[in-house]
């Protein structure tokens, strides 16, 4: 009828509005849709935008939806007009068919319709008028019917940076080439954030226009087949581009000029290739060596402001072998398809192909021009995976050999077995990467982490062994913390001297217990000291707390007494404290049987003498404690002494050193 207005049916989807839509529709018309998809299917239908006068209670203007054709359809719901369909309502129908009728009379305003339908199994349908900024999820899924080209609506930005929300986002899908006006399809959206600046760009019949600055953009989630084939950066070598003719000509400098096909490339400095007529016979052929996947082309005019040459529109032929052409036409239509080429000399245009070509030999064939056809090209695609499938093929026929034996006559002979020799082929899967280099990376990094445990373990045990004031492990021994009291310090700059005991003197010795787990060094008199001093290295009395500010050790007013402790080094002194010296040559030998010399390092040359002082020395170490002295007193019987000798060495003085009182 003539209220008919842009209509596009698909197989599976399609679009169709009012008359004059957005704008008023007119008065007194009429116009029915029929829908049909294939059988067994049926049909969801949704409205955009739907605004008819409500002027006498839907009885002039109105819109009637049926399920079926003909006089054997039933309506669906009842008349509708005003507001009464919003976007948000699905009908659907009861079978594969439908038939939509509207009718409008006498009104003022009203902008009419715009209807989406699909089949059921697109749940995720929405309307050509559907924008960005209406879903709210970061990232979501919907279907857009075919015929989402329309004159009205518009979109701002392109690929790959994005485009801005207030985009249609079936027409911004059609021109970033994620689905096909004619056929609709699936889009996979993702928001992020937006920029400051929508440049416009040219692409699938569709012209972006520039837009402001945006809180939020989306882009399209594509399966990656739409990288450069190799005319830009030159890997299609000049041998496999050819053209029906060359521009050739002499300018008014007298410099020859040709502009050759192998120029055809995008983006490259200097003219382009250029026909010599100007006819529909010319066209540019590109070899890609090898059948492979072109999803789009992007063209330019001559890019030189002084030659404003470019092709305006062209059509695409295809072949597998470069003698049997195929010209890429409409879906699901016999027409060919005519691309929109430039419209200046410099602007990129991209056209893709829904659904891509696969093919060896890419040829364009200019259809509209202006001035002279001259061009630069871009093919758009991947390398396309053949998978072959193995053919089997039937077994020779199994002919027996004859035998010339003759059978034996009380036996038959069995039927020859005849087995089957089919191969069956050999097809190798991939073993998945993963598989392999995931258990190699655990392994590793596993014996890394053990590696440097190790590692740590092993300085920090080093560390303690080789410490400043430590012992070695082996030096750790309680019998060896004991038995090293016995042993004087040994210094390497003085010559030691043997100093002689005789064992019946020892043995006459009041025999005292060596402290076996003693930590400290044993002080040689008991009770010299009641506390210990700030610096003393010898171990607290039991059941004392160790005093730092009771007595001063090396001013005790008993001079007569030598100190528990041993004396400090002096500033240029030796390495080792100065131990205490008792001379016990000033006793009788008979009496304790003790010997002349001490273990213990003289002040000087010679030793102090303890004239009367023994008996107060020994009474002192009696009254502190019994179970501490300096060494270990051997067992002997009390009797006459025998002439063996213990030999101890000890380190001598050196000459002239002054020891502090």
């Not at 715009?114 to 879903?135: G, M, N, P, Q, V």
């Not at 404290?577 to 006793?587: K, L, N, Q, R």
Request: proline residues 8%; hydrophobic residues 30%.
């Amino acid at each position: 009828g003539d209220g008919c207005g842009y209509t596009l049916f698909g197989q599976e989807s399609g679009t169709f509005t009012s008359k004059n839509y957005p704008n008023t529709y007119p008065n007194s018309t009429v116009c029915e849709w029929k829908i049909q998809v294939k059988s067994g299917e049926r049909i969801l239908l949704k409205f955009g935008d739907f605004d008819i006068e409500d002027v006498d209670s839907c009885h002039s203007s109105y819109l009637r939806i049926y399920d079926g054709f003909g006089a054997a359809r039933t309506e669906l719901g009842t008349k509708y007009c005003g507001l009464a369909l919003r976007p948000e309502d699905v009908i659907e129908s009861k079978s594969h068919e439908v038939t939509v009728l509207f009718m409008s009379g006498t009104h003022i305003s009203g902008r009419g319709f715009l209807a989406s339908y699909a089949t059921t199994d697109k749940t995720d349908l929405i309307t050509c008028l559907d924008k960005a900024s209406r879903f709210s999820q970061p990232e979501y899924r919907k279907y857009c019917p075919a015929g989402c080209l329309t004159p009205f609506g518009e979109i701002s930005g392109t690929i790959p940076l994005g485009y801005r929300d207030s985009s249609l986002l079936c027409m911004a899908g059609i021109h970033a080439g994620v689905v096909s006006n004619a056929l609709g399809g699936p889009i996979s959206v993702v928001i992020s954030n937006g920029i400051a600046y929508y440049d416009t760009a040219q692409a699938n019949n569709i012209t972006s226009k520039v837009g402001p600055l945006s809180a939020t953009l989306f882009t399209f989630k594509t399966t990656g087949c739409y990288g450069t084939l190799g005319m830009e950066y030159g890997a299609i070598p000049e041998s496999q581009i050819s053209s029906s003719s060359v521009l050739e000509w002499t300018d008014h400098t007298g410099q020859y000029n040709v502009w050759k096909a192998d120029r055809a490339r995008l983006k490259k400095p200097g003219p382009p290739w250029a026909a010599s007529f100007a006819d529909e016979h010319q066209w540019l052929q590109i070899d890609l060596n090898k059948p492979t996947k072109v999803t789009g082309i992007i063209t330019t005019g001559s890019t030189i402001s002084m030659y404003n040459y470019y092709v305006s529109s062209y059509k695409i032929e295809h072949s597998e072998d470069g003698l049997r052409w195929t010209i890429y036409k409409d879906p699901n239509t016999d027409r060919d398809k005519i691309f929109q080429g430039n419209s200046d000399y410099h602007q990129e245009v991209r056209n893709n192909f829904i659904p891509p070509i696969v093919a060896r030999f890419v040829k364009i064939r200019p259809t509209s021009w202006h001035q002279k056809i001259a061009t630069k090209v871009e093919l758009l695609g991947c390398q396309h995976n053949i998978h072959v499938i193995p053919k089997l093929t039937a077994p020779p026929a199994f002919v027996p050999r004859a035998k010339h034996y003759p059978p034996p006559v009380d036996k038959t002979t069995p039927p020859p077995e005849i087995k089957n020799t089919t191969v069956t082929p050999n097809i190798t899967k991939d073993v998945p990467l993963a598989a392999i280099l995931v258990p190699a990376l655990v392994m590793v990094c596993t014996s890394v982490v053990l590696l440097l445990v190790c590692a740590w373990h092993w300085r920090n045990r080093k560390k303690k062994s080789e410490g400043t004031y430590d012992l070695p492990y082996w030096d750790r021994a309680g019998w060896w913390k004991g038995m090293k009291q016995f042993l004087p310090a040994k210094s390497a700059e003085h010559e030691e001297t043997p100093v002689r005991y005789s064992s019946c003197e020892v043995s006459r010795l009041r025999p005292r217990e060596v402290a076996m787990s003693a930590e400290y060094a044993q002080p040689l008199v008991g009770g010299a000291v009641g506390t210990l001093h700030q610096r003393s290295t010898f171990k607290p009395e039991e059941g004392k707390e160790p005093g730092y500010a009771d007595l001063d050790s090396y001013n005790s007013p008993d001079q007569d007494i030598y100190h528990a402790y041993a004396e400090p080094l002096p500033t240029s002194g030796p390495e080792y404290a100065t131990p205490i010296v008792m001379d016990m040559s000033g006793h009788p030998a008979g009496t304790m049987c003790l010997p002349s010399t001490s273990t213990f390092k003289a002040a000087g040359s010679q030793g102090p003498t303890l004239v009367g002082t023994y008996n107060k020395l020994l009474s002192r170490t009696d009254s502190s404690s019994s179970t501490q002295v300096l060494y270990d007193t051997p067992k002997v019987t009390p009797g006459a002494c025998p002439v063996e000798e213990m030999v101890y060495q000890v380190p001598q003085p050196t000459a002239n050193k002054d020891v502090p009182p």
